[in-house]
């Protein structure tokens, strides 16, 4: 294999930092023995101190503590260095204090004036109270945190593994996803633990301080008073400034990683920067800023307090608060519209995608140029009443048909109208846009200028006639319908008869899913036992096939468990279930109590009897009749049914159960919506009223 010079260069680099690492470590552990001259000392010291401050604004930055796992290695890092200057001023203290403020180099002897304003007093005493805020109050409570959180972390560990296998299982996440949030669940408790042992460095870099410090005053004084003969004040007066100036320069970097160390691990769950995460949550109640600006202004006004400061803070709360929710609304608002925003361009690139032009609507209107302007100022009212039946659809069947889409087609006849179901025109018609439909049945025409039509979704004798005249017909007493309304009873009537294929699977899983749990589970017994989910679909197809209301799915489970286990074949479920719901049928069926119904004949009964073909078991294998016979059959039920039809009455078709089926698959053909029963399909207690017979 070559080796290129893009190979090399990252090799190098990566072994240079690796080295250059390790010696700056080894650095620091010299600084223990070796002698330092001033100068080192004020880099070191200066080193520390920017390091500290690097950590703080890191520890303020992260999102979250994990992303600053290597705190607890650049925290003995930094207390190592911190306690190896120590070593090394010392060394220079005690050795060279006697020459001045500035024998430990100038950073010291800077801080010494600085802070103590020329009396070792005020520096002891500032020194004091920095370790106390150090030790007592930062370092105890971030130990604290660091123990509670590292023990809850671990014993979280189990719950949050198996929340990921059930989640791997369960197929919600991939493996490579359930890797990742394994290593980060190892991450996170390695860190906590660690962070449980870094805040003992910090405990233990501020206990050092101290003791430092002291051994540093009590050495010099010895040394200055026995070694240079110093007196005991000028001895004192040089080496507690120096040892204090000291004890400054490593406490206040310690201090600041104290505080990161104190953020890093109160920070817990909360995701964000610090100031995102603190200024968002303490500016998130504006009410309780203007409490707190009220009690301001209340202590502004308190003699003997300064009234200035209180009322600056006071109104600055308030400018706030009022500010937040007028950016909260504005924020609100920008989020929205952009989110409208996305869904216009998802929109608009789905229905300019390829995908899109093979996606069909399920039921889909189609208006003519002319229909659509006669029509557009009841747009609102024609979806309005298209809602309203499909309610009444969900009502009276059982489920919910899909949204009617509503379109102009200009490339349609201008006065005519088409009705597709899954993308096939299934019925169109031609509307006399500007007349009205008078429903005439047996009736004879009424007396005005019109043409005789038939009535698009039942096919009935009509009368159409120009609008001027529906005061008139009102008055005569005819029953009239406007060109939405025969718009919508044949859209209404186009639905009726497709009921089956606008059930889908989706659907019948749904309202599965909605009955009670004991019929959930009977289902599921029977659909992996005795029948598929499809098979169970093509059972509910066949009974909305004939207007079969499935609004009593929780019967129809019922009854298919008790036929499934004996016979295989849909249609002779189907028979069963009807029995089972001749209450229901019959019901939907009746008039005032009254159900009317038409025999088939004697005739007819014998004629489909014998074209009923049996096998050895006696079970029905096909049906064969004469096709004369059938043709005949058609002609006479034609004329009996369509008089019945021409008077207005409602009524059903009655048959032996056996032959019901077949008679039913011609019927529906010559009249899709007459009901067809069987003498055992008739509930008791029902009264009926023949009508006649087709013989």
Known sequence: MAITETTIVPELRKHSRDIGFAIGIIAILSILFLPIPPFVIDVGLAVSIALSVLILMVALWIPRPLDFSSFPTILLIATMLRLSLNIATTR?????????????????GGFSKLVMSGDFVIGLIVFLILVVVNFIVITKGSTRIAEVGARFTLDAIPGKQMSIDADLSSGLINEKEAQHRRRELEEESSFFGSMDGASKFVRGDAIAGLIITAINIVGGITIGYMRHNMSLGEAADVF???????????????????????????????????????????????????VAALLLGVLALIPGLPALPFLILAGVMTSVAYVIPLRQKREKAEVALAEKQR????????????????????????IGKQLSTRLIASHQELAFRMGKMRKKFATQYGFVVPEVRLT????IPSKSYQIKIHGTVVAEHQMRVGEIMVLLGANEPPDMPGEEVREPAFGMRAYSVPETFADDLKRDGFAFADNMSVLLTHLSEVIRNNLPQLLSYKDMKALLDRQDPEYRKLADEICTSHITYPGLQAVLKLLLAERVSIRNLHLIIEAIAEIAPHVRRTEQIVEHVR???????????????????????????????????????GEIREFDIDPRLLEEFGQEASKVIRGHFDAGERFALVTAPDARPYVRMIIERLFATLP????????????????????
């Not at 220079?92 to 010291?108: C, P």
């Not at 109590?593 to 074209?611: I, M, S, Y």
């Open 343 to 366: 869904e216009a361009t998802k929109e608009e690139e789905e229905k300019n995608s390829i995908k899109t032009s093979l996606k069909t609507a399920e039921i889909e209107l189609l």
């Open 676 to 695: 067809v029963l069987s003498h055992v399909e008739i509930a008791k207690g029902v009264e009926v009223k023949v009508l006649g017979a087709i013989s």
């Open 240 to 290: 507690v400034k120096l040892s204090v100036g000291d004890g400054l320069v490593t406490q206040i970097p310690a201090l600041i990683v104290s505080l990161a160390a104190g953020l890093l691990v109160s920070k817990g769950g909360t995701r964000g920067s610090t100031d995102q995460a603190v200024l968002h949550q303490l500016s998130a109640y504006p009410r309780a800023l203007f």
């Open 92 to 108: 220079v203290i005690l050795s060279h204090g006697n020459e001045g403020t500035t024998a430990a180099g100038y950073v010291i």
């Open 408 to 411: 102009d087609d200009f490339s």
């Open 579 to 617: 029995i089972r719901m001749s209450q229901q049928i019959c019901g939907d069926l009746t008039e005032a109590g009254v159900l009317k119904v038409l025999r088939l004949g004697n005739r007819w009964d014998l004629a489909f009897h014998q074209a009923l073909k049996r096998d050895a078991k």
